[in-house]
Nanobody, 119 residues
Framework: QVQVVESGGGLVQPGGSLKLSCAAS????????MGWYRQAPGKQRELVAV???????NYLDSVKGRFIISRDNAKNTVYLQMNNLKPEDTAVYYC?????????????WGQGTQVIVSS
């Protein structure tokens, strides 16, 4: 019943921009922290950006100043605006909805969207 669906990936040249979207359903969206992760082939998945239920944000050091995470609770959607893209940003980007209540951890993942930064 819970669905997390990313969109907006594609091929972009170095220095270009791309905006990813992630729509979640089946959860009370406003109380979940929303995060963007990425994983390159053969590499560990890493957290790129996260936005808390209260709107606080944190970013991977290598994307600070280039990426912006935001959320629209009315649309149950989180965004990742990516600017000045670099080849090292190439990865599958995953959206995550996370919540910890008591000792119970809830963690929902999207299917991923491919971002390729190349000339």
């Amino acid at each position: 019943q819970v669905q997390v669906v990313e969109s907006g990936g594609g091929l972009v040249q170095p220095g270009g921009s791309l905006k990813l979207s992630c729509a979640a359903s089946g959860i009370i969206f406003s109380i979940y922290a929303m995060g963007w992760y990425r994983q390159a082939p053969g590499k560990q998945r890493e957290l790129v950006a996260v936005i808390g239920s209260g709107g606080s944000t944190n970013y991977l050091d290598s994307v600070k100043g280039r990426f912006i995470i935001s959320r629209d609770n009315a649309k149950n959607t989180v965004y990742l605006q990516m600017n000045n893209l670099k080849p090292e940003d190439t990865a599958v980007y995953y959206c995550n909805a996370g919540r910890l209540v008591g000792a119970v951890k809830y963690n929902y993942w999207g299917q991923g969207t491919q971002v390729i930064v190349s000339s």
